[in-house]
């Protein structure tokens, strides 16, 4: 048996019901996106990759304490949030993967496309991809992902790659 | 050279100290250059700094520290031009960039190289702090914390706190980092040379960022006149005074945060006392890479570093962005 607010108690196969139905009703009228799951990939969930670090979050006006000097574009760009986690590939690349989500698509679009080189290749990740020898970019509705290598290494760009893959898929 | 191990252990252990002076060989250089009515500004180079595998020398990185002390100095042997430099029996600071994560942050082996120099000079391990804003920002330089006296001191900004009293100059209004304010008596400034996507290029004076408590603060108007103004207030005047600029890597455009499809490798040490002239010199190295690769020039990309010229002016008096008045050595 479970208690109503009034204090009477309504039989539980009624009361869950109703509790699903007022956080369905608060989600809309809030406007709240999807609540998203974690998007950083478990060590193990992607070959060769393990998660190295806890996962740091930063709202736009605490972008600074991570990014200074750089926050100012994102928040620009309509940063809301950006989580940050720290990967290695077999024991030995190492790499920063970054999640923004922006406050809309359009934010998302603006970063990916400034700073862009002739080396850029295109990928098939997301809404639309880039990829350098030591990073992949990509957006995928408001969010932007940003993964860099510390280091070049010959198969930096596979893995890098299947990372970004891999986050892809936990948007 | 040592590894890490060992070179922690040496801090663990100390140094040769070589005795105390009553004054600091600094300031007969700084005679020296005021009778010459310029400011010295070394550019160290060896382009086998990194070997082919792309893996940076650890020896090389000290013969090269070692040679552009030994040219700023005009002291052949380290110990000799150290001495010259920093004082002995007081608190040195080094003030390393990890802001830009471990791909662009000042190099390790710059840091390893500077700490022996200066234990050979007399400096105790103890009054060596390698200090940045916070855990994570060592790290980026391959630091990890360490607080214990007998060595070399490792920690951020975050673990000593800043100032309760805030200080100001023209429009910086900041509260300092007691690192800086208590502990050291003189700071090395070890920036690393960017791009910067607001204030153009960030370098010497622009590291000072990393030792107030809200850096956002001070980023309007592409950091001008902000970070001329905070290089006046006056323990950041009178104790940074001399920097070893880390220009072994750089990224010349997306700074200051890694961009690895813009880094080069200049295989360099900019070295000097005069910031201003420092930051000037570092500028047209940037520029000059930017021009290699087809980019155009900051003026154009309307991100100039305009608060070089403004630490320069007469209000400020930081030192000179005149390349007349910059007695520039390429070594």
Known sequence: ?171 | MKNRRDFLKTAATGAVLLGSRSKLGLAAILDKQAGAAKSKVVIARDAALHGADGTLDEKRVQALLDRAIASYTGRDKPVEAWKRIVPVGKVIGLKVNGLGGKGIATHFALVMAICERLQQAGVKPGEIVVWDRNARDLDACGLTINTDLSRIRTYGSDVSGYEEQQESWGIARIKLAKILTRECAMVVNLPILKDHEMAGVTFSMKNMYGVVDRPRDLHAGGCNPAVADLNCIPAIREKVRFTIGDAISSVYNGGPSFHPEHLWQPNALIVGEDRVAVDYTAWQMIERKRSEVGMPTLEAANRPPRYIATAADAAHNLGTNDPQRIHLMEV
């Open chain 1, 1 to 171: 048996m479970k208690f109503s607010s009034n204090g009477w108690m309504l039989p539980i196969w009624m009361a869950i019901p109703a509790m699903l139905g007022m956080m369905v009703a608060i989600t809309v009228s809030t406007g709240c996106k999807k609540a998203k799951s974690n998007p950083f990939p478990a060590s193990g969930a992607v070959a060769g990759w393990e998660k190295t670090s806890e996962t740091r979050a930063f709202a736009a006006k605490d972008l600074w304490q991570y990014i200074d000097g750089d926050a100012e574009q994102y928040i620009s760009a309509g940063v809301v949030t950006t989580s940050t986690s720290d990967y290695k590939y077999q024991g030995n690349l190492e790499a920063v993967v970054d999640v923004c989500t922006m406050g809309d698509a359009t934010g998302a679009r603006k970063i990916l496309e400034t700073g862009q080189t002739k080396e850029a290749k295109t990928v098939q990740l997301g809404d639309a991809g880039i990829q350098y020898a030591q990073s992949v970019i990509f957006r995928k509705g408001p969010y932007l992902v940003r993964i860099v290598a510390y280091e070049s290494m010959p198969d930096a760009p596979q893995a890098l790659l299947a990372l970004a893959h891999g986050v892809e898929a936990k948007l």
